[in-house]
């Protein structure tokens, strides 16, 4: 079992920045891929960017890439989103998710609660 808290979430003017936080915390964050994922409202939940176990692998978006960096700390058992040069379609809630399986695409199985991003223009 792995538990997962975001925190870092807020409101920024556009093109202002956020780093995201996730502490995850139980056995094998090291063994974890990791992913951001984030839902607006009235949106389905999608993809933001994913990391593999040890952070040689990652995946990103179409529309974040180039502005948003996941990385992770595994002594800290904590993952990372910073987000760079943010716009308004960039507002939603920003979930952390974990699964014990290779491939950073397709379904996670531990979620965080979330955390609220809002960008005004």
């Known amino acids: 079992q792995v538990q997962l808290v975001e925190s870092g979430g807020g409101l920024v003017q556009a093109g202002g920045s956020l780093r995201l936080s996730c502490a995850a915390s139980?056995?094998?964050?090291?063994?974890?891929?990791m992913g951001w994922f984030r839902q607006a409202p009235g949106k389905e939940r999608e993809f933001v960017a994913g990391?593999?176990?040890?952070?040689?692998?990652?995946l990103y978006a179409d529309s974040v890439k180039g502005r948003f960096t996941i990385s992770r700390d595994n002594a800290k058992n904590t993952v990372y989103l910073q987000m760079n040069s943010l716009k308004p379609e960039d507002t939603a809630v920003y979930y952390c998710?974990?699964?014990?399986?290779?491939?950073?695409?397709?379904?996670?199985?531990?979620w965080g609660q979330g955390t609220q991003v809002t960008v005004s223009s």
């Open positions: 139980g056995r094998g964050f090291s063994s974890t891929t």
């Open positions: 990391i593999s176990w040890s952070g040689s692998g990652t």
């Open positions: 998710a974990a699964k014990f399986r290779l491939a950073i695409k397709g379904e996670y199985d531990y």
